[in-house]
Structures are given as C-alpha cells and as structure tokens.
C-alpha cells in the first residue's frame, strides 16, 4: 500500500523559513521522482521542485530557486523541502509527490507523471 505523508506547514511571517517533510512507504524509493507541488486558491497547481532519485537530478521552479533547498534521505524513504525567505506568494497547499524514473523515464515539473500523491499541507505567509 503506497502512503505519501507530507508534513511541516505551518504560519509563518514573510522572511521566515519552514521545512516540509514527505514520508513515504510501498514503493522503490530510490527508482522514483520525487516532487513537490503546491496549489493556491483558484490558481492551478505548481511543480514547485523535484529530486530524480535514479540519476540524482533536482530541478527548481524559477520562483523557488535559490529559496527553497529539496532532499531526500534514501535511508528512511523521507524528502525534505527547505523553505527559506517565505514570501506571501509561496502561501499554498503543498504536496508531495512520487512517480516512477529510470533511464526512460525522466522526472518532471508537469504532475502527469507522478502516479501517488499525499495528503498536502498549508503553508501560511503572513506579511
């Protein structure tokens, strides 16, 4: 049974950080995409940042970059999102997300390629 259990948000004050956690269970951890979305009232959901566990490759979103930090602890099946100087546009639902990778398949920002998805958790910017 695959579970996907994103946990870490949070209210915090613009300038602030936050780390998300993402434990995950039932699947090949180390043969998967690893993605972080995250959905705003009535805007469409983001791919935010993900971490290709086959080949090692990570990818941030232009508006994250250089912000936020993804990783991912193969030893207890568990990726992280460092969030650091939270502005009030990163205030959304974020979730987290597992897909398969290998030398066909490339990890991506599009979520169409990630088969299970957690719970989502709510990240609050205060400005």
């Known amino acids: 049974d695959v579970q996907l259990q994103a946990s870490g948000g949070g209210l915090v004050q613009a300038g602030g950080s936050l780390r998300l956690s993402c434990a995950t269970s039932?699947?090949?951890?180390?043969?998967?995409?690893l993605g972080w979305f995250r959905q705003a009232p009535e805007k469409e959901r983001e791919g935010v940042s993900y971490?290709?566990?086959?080949?090692?490759?990570?990818y941030y979103s232009d508006s994250v970059k250089g912000r936020f930090t993804m990783s991912s602890d193969n030893a207890n099946n568990t990726v992280y999102l460092q969030m650091n100087s939270l502005k009030t546009e990163d205030m959304a639902v974020y979730y987290c997300?597992?897909?398969?990778?290998?030398?066909?398949?490339?990890?991506?920002?599009?979520?169409?390629?990630?088969?299970?998805w957690g719970q989502g958790t709510q990240v609050t910017v205060s400005s």
């Open positions: 971490i290709d566990n086959y080949d090692g490759d990570t």
């Open positions: 997300a597992a897909g398969p990778a290998g030398p066909t398949k490339k990890c991506s920002d599009n979520d169409w390629v990630y088969y299970y």
């Open positions: 039932g699947f090949s951890f180390d043969d998967y995409c």
